[in-house]
């Protein structure tokens, strides 16, 4: 979809697409947001986890190119375990 800026009319397009993720804790949603803008492009990973009553959420991004989906792993494993050390 598209998002007119009411102040300077520039047009931002938002997309989001399923992203390639392990599955983690007890259920796992992950995705990939890229938001398109008239001189750069931010995207976005987000990956939500949930471990027994609790659920985390880790973000990823970067602008004008691909975020380190091992970075993002890595952060998520990060949050279970300490999730997991709370009990």
Do not use: C, W
Request: no cysteine.
């Amino acid at each position: 979809f598209e998002v007119e800026q009411e102040d300077t009319g520039n047009t931002s397009s938002y997309e989001a697409t399923a992203l390639g993720f392990p599955q983690l804790g007890d259920r796992t949603l992950a995705l990939r947001l890229t938001i398109r803008q008239t001189f750069e492009t931010m995207t976005m990973d987000f990956v939500v986890v949930k471990v027994g009553h609790n659920t985390v959420t880790i973000a990823n991004g970067t602008y004008n190119g691909t975020p380190n989906v091992g970075v993002t792993e890595e952060a998520a494993r990060a949050a279970i375990a300490g999730l997991e050390e709370q009990g």
